[in-house]
């Protein structure tokens, strides 16, 4: 078996503030928060705000993004697209610039491991439409900033945001949603119609409904699956009995990344204990996030090279 750390792969679903290292929060201010399993969406919405609370400086955000460019290297990322809250970071430290251009600054900085970075900025369904105003006039100033989306509890209904959603794909921006997680089918059919989503983070539920299933499919819509993270938030009872599979089994675009919730080598190791994926499968899952990312074509090629060198 070839050495999953090596394989070159693209990460497309990983919150930058759930990869911050143990270490890195303490320095920041105290001891950090116990990992999951949670006992539901909001303890662990929670945890992780106490984590970008810790976020307070430039160095603070420069510091998170060079030094998650150096973790996802080491786990064989070669490209990633990583989300970050950048209006509510700006709007809670009166500056709305500064965190993400401290956090440009940190991934083009990360560039020296060998991994190439975009970002994904989001917003909490819960928040204001002001500020998701906010997010995508963020999002028009900076190259490196590749889309916009929503995400959070998916119990609110994205009808309060269209409009924005609208602008943002009249701006050439690519729209990313997390749906059909916690909830169901008819929440991926509001982010594809609604949201205008080129990828659905989690998209799980997509099998509650077999003519959804044939819509993604036919229209190859990329699933960002999260296995562990699923399990850890109790959406799904274990890895053994998580939809990975029969999502795979159905023709669908499945890419596997880890909502920062574990490694992202770790992760295609469960797939190859878990669920038995020899290695021409998992470079399978290897290319399919390559080819679902907003990277350029040039890129694309190199990577899918690289992929095929993994397999020689």
């Known amino acids: 078996m070839r050495d999953i750390a090596q394989l070159p792969k693209a990460h497309l679903h990983v919150h930058l503030e759930a990869t911050v290292r143990p270490e890195t929060v303490r320095e920041l201010g105290g001891p950090p ?46 490209y990633a697209e990583v989300t970050f809250t950048a209006a509510s970071h700006g709007e809670r430290l009166g500056a709305l610039e500064m965190p993400l251009e401290a956090v440009l600054d940190g991934l083009a900085e990360g560039a020296k491991y060998g ?27 900076y190259e490196a900033v590749a889309g916009i989306g929503l995400a959070g509890d998916e119990s609110h209904p994205m009808a309060p945001f269209a409009e924005v959603l609208d602008a943002a794909r009249d701006t050439g921006l690519h729209l990313v949603h997390h749906a059909g997680e916690a909830a169901g089918a008819a929440s991926i059919r509001e982010a594809l119609t609604l949201g205008h989503a080129e990828r659905l983070g989690h998209g799980i539920r997509v099998l509650d409904d077999d003519t959804l299933v044939d819509e993604v499919r036919e229209r190859r819509i990329p699933l960002e699956v999260c296995p562990t993270s699923n399990v850890l938030l109790g959406f799904v009872p274990s890895l053994r009995e998580h939809p990975l599979p029969r999502l795979h089994a159905a023709g669908l675009v499945v890419t596997v990344n880890t909502d920062g919730e574990t490694a992202l080598a770790a992760e295609y190791t469960r797939l190859r204990e878990v669920f038995g994926y020899d290695d021409a499968e998992l470079a399978g899952f290897a290319r399919a996030s390559i080819d679902a990312s907003f990277a350029d074509e040039a890129v694309k090629a190199r990577l899918r090279a690289e992929v095929d060198r993994w397999l020689d």
């Open 115 to 141: 991994i190439e970075c975009r970002v994904l900025l989001d917003h909490s369904r819960r928040r204001s439409t002001e500020r998701l105003w906010r997010t995508l006039k963020l999002a028009t100033r």
């Open 33 to 78: 928060e116990p990992e999951g399993p949670f006992a539901s969406f909001r303890e662990f919405a929670d945890q992780r705000a106490r984590v970008r609370e810790r976020l307070r400086t430039a160095e603070h955000f420069r510091r998170v993004a060079l030094e998650f460019c150096e973790d996802e290297a080491a786990q064989g990322t070669r």
